[in-house]
Each structure stands twice: as structure tokens, then as C-alpha cells.
């Protein structure tokens, strides 16, 4: 079985440093060959290609931008009335992506309008987001990018998030039908809302372009004291043959150097 390939969030991980050019070239000097990044947007476009480049990292995700996020915005591919600004939000993402070599877009939902119930807009906001998703697919196939969509729990994380399941992406990607349309697994979201790891992984895996992960229930490392065993996720999505990345996206509980040593435990053990 090949080992796993896993890349550094660099929205979550060396935060100690103030800009994601900086932080490219610390997770390469971790040993990560990979970075995934949420919203590179206020960054300078030709520093990050410079440490992309220098470091030879390769930048696998990104997300699409959020929207106004003091208003309360967390993604737009689903909220009504703002499908002019998700298809220009997509256009920002591709431009980067383009740029920055990166072959995965996270097409983030967005939230139910505040005061609106979830069961009286869902269907209006499902139309949306597949019309969203079936422009955005056309669009990507074009840069040869496979675009994601990924739950967030509404337990502890975000109570107004669209996507909270995976049952709930998977028939959604079911209704889209485009092969560059996939589903991001946050091992985090899945165990808050579903639990059932095992047989959700094994289930969606021929849907899965992308995985997270973080210990339950504090985001932390993934080896910190928690709900999951990751020794036992990690053998399971080998047996599986899972071939895509891993993101490391969690909160470090000291420094990010610190808290790496269940990497590189893994990576000597599987060397």
C-alpha cells in the first residue's frame, strides 16, 4: 500500500509567521511537500509563486472567497440572490489557482440567510447550489480542476452552514453528475455530525477528491487527546487505496513544530 500524502493548512498551521509566503517556506522545511491554503486573496499573487517556486511545495486546495465576511458571509455557492458574486468569487479562484498551479477548488456553500429556517429555504438553496455547481464545473474542466464541496458541522462549528453531511453532499453531487465536482471529507465535521467513520469512508470514498483532518472535539492534532483514532483512519484509508491528499488543517495547542511529531512518526514508519 502506498503511504499517505498529507499537506499543511497553512491558514490553520505556523501562524507564528505573519504572511502564507512565509509559512510556504516553513512547512517545507517541516518536511511537507504540499500546502493547502482557505483565502490566499490578500496575499501578493507573485510572492506566493516565488515560494512556491523556491520551495518546490506544491499548493493542492484552495477555497473560493467567502463573501463579505463581517455581514456574516462564509461562502456563496448557495445563498440566493448572490450567484453574480459567486461566479465572480470562482473567477478570483481559478485566476489564483491558475497561477499558483493548484488543481482543487473548495466551492464553499454558504450559510442560511439569518431568520430563515433551514427546512423552508433548503430546496431553494439546493437548486442554487447545483445550478452554482454546474457552472462551476464547466468552468474548472476547462483548467482541468476538480472542484469540492465539503460539510461543516453545525454542532459546534457553524449552526447556520448549508452542508452539514455527508449524506447531504453526496445526493447534492449525486444531482450535479459532472466527474470534476467531488467531496471533501473533514474527518472532524463527519464525526461531530454522523459519526460512523468507518462505513461513511468506505461509502463515499469513489466520491472523495480531498480529505482533513483534526482530533474531536478540540481541532487539535491529530495524536491529542480526543474521540478518534487516527492510527486506525490512516490504515483504513490505505487499505482503501485512498490516493488523493490529506489536509492538515487543526489547531496546533503549542507551536506547529511542536505538535508535528505524529507525522513524523508516521512518515519513519512508513519509509
Not at 174 to 194: A, S
Request: aromatic share 10%; hydrophobic share 40%; with cysteine.
Amino acid at each position: 500500500m502506498p503511504p499517505l500524502r498529507f499537506c499543511a493548512n497553512i491558514s490553520w498551521l505556523f501562524t507564528e509567521l505573519p504572511d502564507f509566503s512565509q509559512r510556504i517556506y516553513a512547512a517545507a522545511s517541516a518536511g511537507f511537500q504540499a500546502v493547502e491554503a482557505a483565502w490566499l486573496y490578500d496575499s501578493d499573487l507573485q510572492e506566493l509563486q516565488r515560494a512556491r517556486e523556491a520551495t518546490g511545495v506544491e499548493l493542492v486546495l484552495i477555497n473560493t472567497p467567502p463573501g463579505d465576511v463581517k455581514a456574516g458571509d462564509l461562502g456563496l455557492g448557495a445563498v440566493p440572490g448572490r450567484e453574480a458574486e459567486f461566479k465572480q468569487g470562482l473567477d478570483l479562484a481559478v485566476k489564483y489557482a491558475r497561477a499558483l498551479e493548484c488543481k482543487r477548488i473548495h466551492l464553499m456553500a454558504g450559510r442560511i440567510p439569518v431568520g430563515s429556517n433551514r427546512a423552508a429555504v433548503g430546496k431553494e438553496m439546493e437548486a442554487i447550489f447545483v445550478q452554482n455547481l454546474n457552472y462551476a464545473a464547466d468552468l474548472l474542466s476547462k483548467e482541468g480542476i476538480t472542484g469540492l464541496i465539503e460539510p461543516i458541522n453545525t454542532r459546534i462549528t457553524d449552526p447556520r452552514y448549508f452542508l452539514d453531511s455527508p449524506h447531504h453532499a453526496a445526493a447534492i453531487l449525486e444531482r450535479v453528475g459532472k466527474p470534476n465536482i467531488k467531496l471533501q471529507m473533514d474527518v472532524f465535521h463527519w464525526q461531530i455530525m454522523d459519526g460512523n467513520l468507518t462505513q461513511n469512508m468506505t461509502k463515499y470514498l469513489p466520491l472523495i477528491g480531498h480529505v482533513q483532518i483534526a482530533q474531536v472535539p478540540g481541532r487539535n492534532e491529530p495524536d491529542s487527546a480526543g474521540e478518534l483514532n487516527y492510527r486506525y483512519l490512516f490504515n483504513t484509508l490505505e487499505k482503501h487505496g485512498y490516493q488523493g491528499y490529506i489536509g492538515c488543517e487543526y489547531k496546533p495547542l503549542g507551536s506547529t513544530s511542536e505538535g508535528l511529531g505524529w507525522i513524523k512518526h508516521y512518515w519513519t514508519h512508513r519509509e
